[in-house]
């Protein structure tokens, strides 16, 4: 029987578990899709769940929760101004992992998991645009006004 098993230890101790899944969920925020294991995948996914579904309500309280997992301040951030308005009306299911082939070394079971909605990037190009028009817009006010 399988009681009081609440999670995959993943062969390691807890403080290592522990550094393995901050960092893993850090990066699925930063990147918003990563490579891994399936075990390593679906801890992984329980965490960035809970971090979503926690940053939905943007207070002092939830962004220091958070920052007590997240490893980066920026990622933080991230989680509270860009992701989690996406899923504002959506309760659970933020990620989802999709099974690759199996990894030659071991025959491990690879994934991808990732977030179900994707953040709006701009092009590096594009931004460039807009800061020059931005710009030019600014001069020609000035030059009005003067």
């Known amino acids: ?5 609440g999670f995959n230890a993943l062969s390691r101790n807890g403080a290592e578990r522990k550094a393995l899944l901050r960092n893993m969920v850090t990066s699925l ?15 992984v996914r329980r965490l960035a769940e809970k971090m979503i579904t926690r940053a939905k309500v943007d207070n ?3 962004r220091r929760l958070t920052s007590a997992v997240l ?11 860009e992701i989690a308005p996406l ?9 989802r992992i999709v ?13 991808i998991l990732e977030l179900t909605k ?8 594009e931004a460039k645009k807009e800061t020059k028009t931005a710009k030019k817009s600014e001069k020609k006010a000035e030059e009005k006004a003067e």
Not at 118 to 125: G, I
């Open 1 to 5: 029987m399988k009681h009081k098993i």
């Open 29 to 43: 925020f930063r990147f918003e899709r990563i490579e891994t294991t399936a075990a390593k995948a679906k801890e």
């Open 60 to 62: 002092v309280h939830n």
């Open 71 to 81: 490893f980066d301040e920026a990622v933080v951030n991230k989680l509270f101004t």
């Open 87 to 95: 899923y504002a009306d959506v309760n659970g299911g933020y990620t």
């Open 99 to 111: 099974k690759m082939q199996s990894r030659l070394g071991d025959a491990a079971d690879m994934v």
């Open 118 to 125: 994707k953040t709006e990037k701009k092009d590096a190009k």
